[in-house]
């Protein structure tokens, strides 16, 4: 398959390396350029059988084959994948040791199973203790608002048989309402489900495995299905209810008819008596975690998690407190680049970027091959308008990551600044010679433009 693009005269194609998704709600697209992996803007909706924008690009300006394919997309969407550590989106080659999900993304790791190939040698999530057994699917069908990585780990760290939060936290918005009403923002299956009255008052029997069996093919039979529900309610069923229908699915888990991205749910997983609205409103001023990480580790993880949002969503008002947050926990972490980074992003955005500076130094001295950390600091260093040290920065940056587009935006706007337009085209220039195809720098070169 080939993606062609052309906006304004110009046009490119790109050959399509990879295919994510089973098609039943949607595809998406990933092209290779170079050791790096980026996603195609166009996505294929199956149910509605056409093309549209990918979710969330569909308010880019300027779309184009520009949005990384980072390795938390690639966790949750292959079997094992291969990024360069501490990388945005670049892999070795070839980028992935297994394609599909694989057996050991659900069963833990074969080698003992292979030297005594036995029931009792592989992990059996169906039979685990309910919060290693539902970590197992919360790795992949769990991503919340924020996900937030504990000291050390990796998204492709998760070992089945242990529990997630051992790993990272998962962030979802969310309040208690007036009447002590729940109101989560309730997009995923495993938020939703847990707000059942089944799940609610089954003391923790009913997980996503009482009705989906992994091994087989999706499209199981609503009759089958049913058979799942009367196993709790056969005895409390009056007679008439019962024999309403062998389809207890059209009524309490009804489907949402249009989608809106990939990451929704589709089916109603509330189990309600009647249909209910769907989503609440995002709340991310009310971020809480699915499960609670006690003392520094708990105030590290939220406060990494309100400045991330903050940068996205612009809550000014979170981000002091996250600020506070990452002080108190930067107290228990001295040599944590990730705690570092977000609190020197968090008092930049806060108004302070002499303390946010040094805060991104140290975290830049920590983990040096990040270049998403120096654009950060090259970012400070400009707003407190040191051009050169700012410049030294996003170079370095360059040389670590040489496809990543937004280091040469960051360089160009830089320039662009100091009103020195030769500069700013060689700053186009130079992606250009990295990522030829690209639209946006072909029309600032040619047209000779200033920004
Ligand atoms: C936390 C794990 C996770 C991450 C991270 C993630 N996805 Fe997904 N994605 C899923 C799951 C699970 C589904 C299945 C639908 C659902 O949850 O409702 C899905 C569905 C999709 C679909 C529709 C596929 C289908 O079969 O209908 C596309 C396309 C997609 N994701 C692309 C991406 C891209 C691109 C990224 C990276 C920017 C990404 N996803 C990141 C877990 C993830
Ligand atoms: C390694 C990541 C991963 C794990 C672990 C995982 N899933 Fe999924 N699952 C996905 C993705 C991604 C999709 C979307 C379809 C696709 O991309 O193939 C999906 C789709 C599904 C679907 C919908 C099938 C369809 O095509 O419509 C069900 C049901 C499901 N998963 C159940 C589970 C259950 C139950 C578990 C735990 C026992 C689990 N999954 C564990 C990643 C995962
Ligand atoms: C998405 C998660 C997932 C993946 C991937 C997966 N399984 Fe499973 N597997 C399960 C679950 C959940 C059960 C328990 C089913 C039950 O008993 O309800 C199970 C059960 C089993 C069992 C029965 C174990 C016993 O104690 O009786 C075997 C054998 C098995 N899987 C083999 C495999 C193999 C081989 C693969 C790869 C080809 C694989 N599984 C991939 C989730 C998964
Ligand atoms: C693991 C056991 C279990 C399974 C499986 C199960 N439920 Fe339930 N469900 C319960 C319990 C327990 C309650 C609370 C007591 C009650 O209302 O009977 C409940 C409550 C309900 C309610 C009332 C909800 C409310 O808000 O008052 C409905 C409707 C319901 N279940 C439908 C279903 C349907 C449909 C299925 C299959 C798709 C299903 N249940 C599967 C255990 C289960
Ligand atoms: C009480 C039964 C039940 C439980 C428990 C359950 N599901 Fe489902 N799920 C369904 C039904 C019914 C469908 C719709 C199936 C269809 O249309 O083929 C569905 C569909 C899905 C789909 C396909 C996309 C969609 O929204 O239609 C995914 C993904 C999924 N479930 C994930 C999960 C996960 C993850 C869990 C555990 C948190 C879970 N389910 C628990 C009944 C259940
Ligand atoms: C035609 C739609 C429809 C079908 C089919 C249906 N239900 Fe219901 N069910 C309802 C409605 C509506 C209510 C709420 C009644 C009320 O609020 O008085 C309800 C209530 C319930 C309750 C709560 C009962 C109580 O007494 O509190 C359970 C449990 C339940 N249904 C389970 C099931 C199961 C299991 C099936 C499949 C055998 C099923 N339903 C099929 C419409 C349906």
Redesign the pocket.
């Known amino acids: 398959m080939v993606h062609h693009i052309e906006r304004g005269g110009l046009e490119a194609s790109y050959l399509i390396d990879y295919v994510i998704g089973s098609g039943k709600a949607a595809l998406g697209y990933l092209v290779r350029v170079g050791d790096a992996v980026f996603q195609s803007p166009v996505t294929y909706y199956t149910e509605l059988e056409t093309w549209g924008m990918a979710p969330g690009m569909e308010r880019y300006s300027d779309p184009d084959f520009t949005r990384p394919a980072t390795a938390d997309c690639l966790w949750c969407h292959a079997g094992r994948p291969r990024p360069v550590a501490a990388s945005v989106n670049r892999y070795r080659v070839p980028p992935f040791d297994a394609e599909a999900i694989s057996c050991d993304r659900c069963h833990g790791r074969a080698e003992a199973h292979l030297e005594s190939p036995r029931a009792s040698t592989i992990f059996n999530p169906a039979k685990a203790p309910p919060r290693e057994r539902d970590s197992v699917c919360e790795q992949c069908h769990l991503s919340g608002l924020v996900r937030v990585l504990n000291p050390g780990q990796t998204f492709g760290s998760f070992e089945p048989g242990r529990r997630l939060e051992e790993y990272w936290s998962v962030f979802i918005g969310g309040s208690e309402g007036a009447a002590g009403q729940r109101r989560f923002q309730v997009v995923s299956h495993v938020e939703q489900l847990a707000l059942s009255?089944?799940a609610e008052q089954s003391g923790e029997q009913l997980w996503c495995g009482t009705c989906h069996d992994p091994h087989s093919p999706p499209g199981v039979a609503a009759a089958e299905l049913?058979r799942r529900?009367?196993s709790?309610?056969?005895q409390?069923?009056?007679v008439d209810?019962?024999?309403?229908?062998?389809?207890?699915?059209?009524?309490?888990m009804p489907k949402r008819q249009s989608h809106d991205s990939g990451h929704s749910a589709f089916t109603d997983h509330r189990i309600a008596?009647?249909p209910m609205p769907h989503a609440n409103p995002v709340q991310p001023q009310q971020l809480r975690p699915w499960k609670p990480q006690e003392g520094p580790l708990g105030l590290r993880n939220l406060g990494i998690a309100i400045i991330r949002l903050g940068q996205d969503e612009a809550v000014a008002n979170s981000i002091e407190e996250g600020v506070n947050l990452l002080k108190q926990a930067a107290l228990h972490y001295e040599r944590d680049a990730s705690i570092l980074e977000a609190l020197g992003t968090g008092l930049v955005l806060a108004g302070a970027p002499r303390n946010g500076l040094r805060a991104l130094q140290r975290a830049v001295q920590l983990a040096p091959k990040r270049a998403l950390f120096r654009n950060s600091l090259a970012a400070a260093w400009w707003d407190i308008g040191r051009r050169r040290e700012s410049i030294a920065q996003i170079e370095r940056a360059i040389r670590r990551e040489p496809l990543l587009e937004s280091s040469y935006y960051l360089l160009a706007r830089v320039h662009a600044a100091t009103g020195n337009p030769n500069s700013t085209r060689a700053a186009w220039n130079r992606l250009l010679e990295n990522r030829p195809r690209l639209i946006l720098p072909r029309q600032r070169v040619a047209l000779r433009s200033v920004d």
């Open positions: 009255r089944c049913s529900c009367m709790c309610h056969e409390a069923l009056d209810h019962a024999e309403l229908a062998n389809d207890c699915i059209t009524c309490h008596r009647r």
